[in-house]
């Protein structure tokens, strides 16, 4: 079992993005937000996002995506 403790959601996003072999411009154009957006969520840059509300609602939809 691998321990995800360490690791930051943007992070662990990123890597299941990575293991299903999606592109993160895939992924931008699928939550429907701009790339510099998207690198923003992947590298755990919340306040590029606006609001936590946003940042969880984007957060929950990469999620289920992945």
Do not use: C, I, W
Not at 22 to 32: F, G, N
């Amino acid at each position: 079992m691998n321990d995800t403790s360490d690791r930051s959601p943007g992070r662990r996003l990123r890597e299941a993005r990575e293991r299903m072999n999606l592109t993160a411009a895939r992924v931008a154009e699928q939550l429907r937000l701009e790339p510099h957006r998207f690198a923003a969520l992947e590298a755990d840059r919340f306040e590029e996002l606006g609001a936590a509300v946003y940042v969880r609602g984007h957060l929950r939809k990469y999620a289920e995506l992945v």
